[in-house]
C-alpha cells in the first residue's frame, strides 16, 4: 500500500508544512502564487492579501473548524470559526469587516445544536460589528462526517500589512496565557483528574480585535511580525520565525505566561505546553524601544498578563533556531512541534 | 426527541432556502447583512460584493465540496471545488482572480489520490490565470470523515455586478446541455445499468471564464441575471428568480438542452431532470432585443447547445411561479424542488 494522509498532516506540525510544500507550493509558478503587489503562499502568513489600488489592502483567510468536541469549556465551535478568521485578518494588519462561513453538518445532527452554534457565531460577528455576507451550508449522510464542521472565511481592510519580518533587536511580546485552547480541548478528548471543574481548563477563543486594532493604530510600524499561535502553538510560531528570518529568537521560560493546571495537565501528559494551541492570543515581534510600552498599552486594553517573553538576535551560530532558557538556567532547543499531540483541536 | 438535521437541509431545495431563513437570514439585522454599499445575504446570490471605493467591487463567495466519490466520470473533487467558486464569481459579473482551498481529509486517505485532487485543481487555476492565496489543511480521524471535502473560496473583480433581477420581457437563455453533473453523480452513487460505459453520462464540471467574461464584455448592462444552476438545477435558479423579482418565467420544455441519455435515466428514476445539478453551465436572463445575439455569440464560443428555453413576463395570476409549457402541449407549474435527490452531489 502507498503512503497515506496521517493525523500529523493536520497538526499544524513540521509534518503540515512538508505536506503543503510537496502538494501545494512546490508545485505552482511563483506568479500564480499571489496576486500581483498582495500577499499569497508566496510568503505563508496567517492570511492573504490584494491590493485595492489606493494603497490599501484587502486581507482575506479560510480556515476550516473541526473541533471535537463541538461545545467546549469556554466556547463552541461557532465562537472558534468566527473569532479564528476575524483573528488572523488581525494579525496580518487588517480591520475585519465581513465574514462568510461554509457548514458541513451530519444528518441528524439536533437543530437545536446546531441553532446554538450559529447563534454563537453571530453574537461574535455582532459584537465585532463584523458583517456576514455569505456562506455554503451542506448536509452529508450520517457516519460519513462526524457532527459539523465550519469553514470560515474572514475579510478585513488593511492601511498597513504586518508581513511576519522579525528583526534582530526585537523583543518578543506575547498578549497573555498560552496553551488554554488546546488543554481544554485535549481534556475533553482524552480525560481530565476533575471532570466537574474541567480542572480549571478552559479554552481562551475570543477575537483580538480590541487589543490589535489600536495596537496597530498606535504602533503599526514598529510591529515587525504578529500572528495567533494556534496549531502547533508558540513552539511553532517562533520556529517559523526564526526560518524565515533566519535570525535566533531566544526566550525566558520562566517569562512566559501559562497558567499552573495548563503546565500542570501538559506535564502529566508529558506534552509541551509551548506546543498547544490558543486561540485568543497574539505573539508579536516588536521594535525595543517601543516594547515594554507596547505591553504596557497591552495591559490597559485589558490584556494583564501581556509580556516580554524573549528577542530576536542576528544569528551566528543558531540561525532560524530557537533557544529557550529554562527556569533551571539551562539553554535549550525549542523545536518546531512533530506528530500530532491530539487531533481535531481546532 | 427534538428536530434534527436532514438531507433535505443540504440539497439546494426549498429545505435548504427554509434552513438557512430560520439559522441565519432572520437573525441578523440588515446592516450586519452586507458591507456598506456592496452585496450580502440581504439580497442571496451566487457570490458577495464590496465596494472597492473606485467604482469598482471585490467579489468573494465560498462553497464546501463533498462530492461522493471525490473521483467521477468528467473531472474530480478538485476540478469541481475551483470550477465552482470560480462560477460563482463569474455570475456575479467578476473577473476571478484568487482561490483559496480550505481541505479537511480523512486519516488514511492515500496520498496519491490527494496528489491528483490537488493536481487537478492546480491545473484548474493554472488554465485560467487564477492564483492560489492561501488554504487549510486539516486531519479528521479514520471514520469521522468520509474521504475528503474541500472549500473554495473564490475572489474576483467586477466593473459592474450582475446582481439578479430578471425584467418582463426578458428571455431566459442557458449556455448547454443541463443536468449533467447531477446524472453523472447519481449514476455513481445509486448504481446504473450499463456500469462499464457509465451509460454516457458524464460530469460537465469546468470553469465557465471564456463564455461570461467576453458576454459580460460585449452585453453586460443587458444581462439581468445570472446563475449557475447547481443544487437544484434550473428549477431551482429560475423558482428563485420568479419569486424573488414577482414575475412569472415561462419556458418551453422542448428548447432547453438535455442528452438524451440524461433525460432517460432521470425518468428511470423519477427524477425531474431540471431538478438535477451542472456544474458547467450558465443561466441568464437577457434583454429580448439581444437574446438571439447573444445565443449567436454563445456558440461562437464554443458553446454550441446554447439556447433560449423561455421568457420572463409581469405576472398577474402566477406571480412567483415558473410554468412550464411541455412538449405534448400543456402548461404545469414547475415547482422548486423539495427533499433531497441525492446528498454529496457537489
Ligand atoms: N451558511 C451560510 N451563511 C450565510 N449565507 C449563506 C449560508 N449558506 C448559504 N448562504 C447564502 O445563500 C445564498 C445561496 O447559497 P447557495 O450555496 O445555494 O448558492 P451557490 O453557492 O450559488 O449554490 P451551490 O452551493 O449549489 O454551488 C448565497 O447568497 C449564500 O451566500
Ligand atoms: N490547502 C492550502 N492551500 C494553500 N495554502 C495553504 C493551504 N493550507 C495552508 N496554506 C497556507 O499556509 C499558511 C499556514 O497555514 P495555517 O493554516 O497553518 O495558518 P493559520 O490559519 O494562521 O493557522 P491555523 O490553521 O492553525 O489557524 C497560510 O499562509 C495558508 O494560507
Ligand atoms: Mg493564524
Ligand atoms: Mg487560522
Ligand atoms: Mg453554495
Ligand atoms: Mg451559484
Ligand atoms: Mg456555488
Ligand atoms: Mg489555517
Redesign the pocket.
Known sequence: MGEVVKLAHGAGSVETSQILESLIFSKIEERLKKVEGGLGIDFPDDAAAIPMGDGRFLVVTVDSYTVNPPFFPGGDIGVLAASGSINDVLMLGGKPIAL????IVEEGFPLEDLRRIVDSMLRVLREEGVA???????VMPKGQIDKIAIATVGIGIADRLIVDRPQPGDKIVVSGYLGDHGAAILARQIGIIDEGSGGGLVSDVKPLTRLMLPLVEKYGPHIHAARDPTRGGLAMALNDWAKASGTVIIVEESAIPIRPQVAYYANMLGIDPLALASEGAAVLSVSPDVAEEVVEFMKKLGFDNAAIIGEVRKAERYRGYVLLKTVVGGLRILEAPRGDLVPRIC
Open positions: 462568510m462561513d461554509a457548514i456576514l455576507i455569505g456562506g455554503d451550508f451542506k
